[in-house]
């Protein structure tokens, strides 16, 4: 008896899902609880396990995209096969019925491919021996198919990608204007991160204000306290955690940043979720961490290194994304000495945080060499004036150049 397997829902506004990578080949046997394949969407990534055992049978190839509720894979429920894992291929009985316009099964029996691309060939009437795959174990894929269908050859997955004109990824006819490009489909994440961002361009009046903060005092406590606080908690004393403390103080001072539109009315915010914009391989996330107000240093700082494992494995879900009331990014890890931030709607402000470095300032009336970081606070302008950002900005870095005041909540 064969158990289908369908691309679940993950939320109310996600209506596909791109499949990933499949993590048991076709023809294996699983087993109950096994995670078998990832599938992708405009917002995370998600494990799919399997709660039946038996023989796996793929039902769509890596880079598909498909409906939700649209079945991804069956298994073929049964006992392990003795010795273990059963073969990815089984060739067909030499009596059993070859259809015209298949190539012969017997040819199949050296080789694996996915179901998509048998199907594909067979409609094309592309003998599959010929055909060199690209996927896992030499698979032969949807794409190998189709390359080979159009007569071009599908490049090994490996190989770099070629930046000399001379052997680019796409051959130029003799006397051709044209130059080599690579094309290739946007992702769902990618696509929903152009359509928010261009969203935000367009609904909100977005201004930025910029300050500078001297960040001897947190190098300093830092460094003194750091041996003891790993000691005590298992994390290191980032400076992520003293900037989403201090845009508490400074959401509580200025209580018109927690705050956003929704048609006319103004809803204002009465908890402190901070979102902290992590980049990816594939593409930028904001995981929001809980009730800041509330929590310590050392709580804070085990948070963001929770999702930062998420991030890297891909488990970030999307309970995880959603919720924050003010975000900060980091485009110092980069190098970035200064930018403007574009909201994360509906939030009213986020804060950019750059790369530190030493630059002459006067202190006291005299020329000192401190480690500065410029600060940039992008705001909507329809609901904060410009007096309240500034007052805001201003606020944060009292907090940052006094991090004792955080710590001991002055």
Not at 186 to 205: C, D, F, G, W, Y
Request: glycine share 10%.
């Amino acid at each position: 008896m064969a158990h289908e397997i369908k691309i679940p829902s993950v939320g109310e506004s996600i209506t596909s899902a791109t499949l990933g990578t499949w993590h048991k080949n076709d023809g294996e046997y699983v087993n109950a609880g096994e995670v078998i394949l990832t599938i992708e969407t405009d917002k995370i990534s998600t494990e799919l396990e399997t709660d039946k055992a038996g023989i796996l049978k793929h039902r769509a190839a890596e880079g598909d995209e498909l409906d939700i509720g649209a079945v991804v894979a069956a298994i073929e429920e049964g006992d392990a096969p003795a010795g273990g894992a059963a073969p990815a291929e089984e060739p067909a009985p030499s009596d059993a019925p070859v259809p015209v316009a298949e190539a012969p099964a017997a040819s199949e029996g050296d080789f694996k491919v996915t179901p998509i691309a048998r199907k594909i060939a067979g409609d094309e009437g592309i003998d599959l021996s010929t055909v060199s795959g690209s996927g896992a174990g030499g698979k032969i894929t949807k794409a190998d198919v189709v390359s080979a269908a159009s007569g071009t050859p599908e490049p090994a997955p490996a190989a770099p990608v070629p930046t000399t004109p001379s052997a680019g990824p796409v051959a130029r006819a003799e006397g051709s204007s044209e130059k080599p490009t690579t094309r290739k489909k946007m992702s769902p994440l990618r696509r929903k991160i152009a359509t928010h961002l261009v969203n935000a361009q367009q609904e909100a009046a977005i201004l930025s204000t910029f300050n500078e903060v001297d960040m001897t005092a947190i190098m300093e406590l830092r460094k003194r306290v750091q041996e003891d606080f790993v000691g005590r908690h298992g994390v290191k004393l980032g400076f992520m955690s003293f900037f989403i403390k201090a845009v508490v103080d400074a959401l509580q001072a200025v209580p018109s940043i927690n705050a956003q539109i929704e048609e006319d009315e103004i809803v204002e915010n009465h908890f402190y979720d901070i979102g902290v914009a992590v980049g990816t391989d594939k593409g930028l996330m904001v995981p929001v961490v809980r009730e800041c107000d509330e929590k310590s240093f050392a709580e804070i700082e085990q948070a963001i290194v929770g999702y930062a494992t998420k991030a890297r494995e891909g488990t970030i879900g999307l309970a995880d994304l959603q919720g924050g009331v003010f975000t900060i990014t980091n485009g110092g890890i980069y190098g970035s000495l200064l930018s403007t931030p574009i909201l994360n709607p509906p939030q009213s402000g986020i804060l950019g945080m750059h790369s530190i470095q030493q630059r002459p300032v006067a202190v006291n009336g005299e020329v000192v060499i401190r480690p500065m970081m410029y600060l940039a606070l992008s705001y909507d302008h329809r609901l904060v004036d410009g007096k309240e950002a500034v007052t805001f900005l201003v606020r944060v870095k009292e907090c940052l150049e006094n991090p004792d005041r955080m710590l001991v909540g002055a």
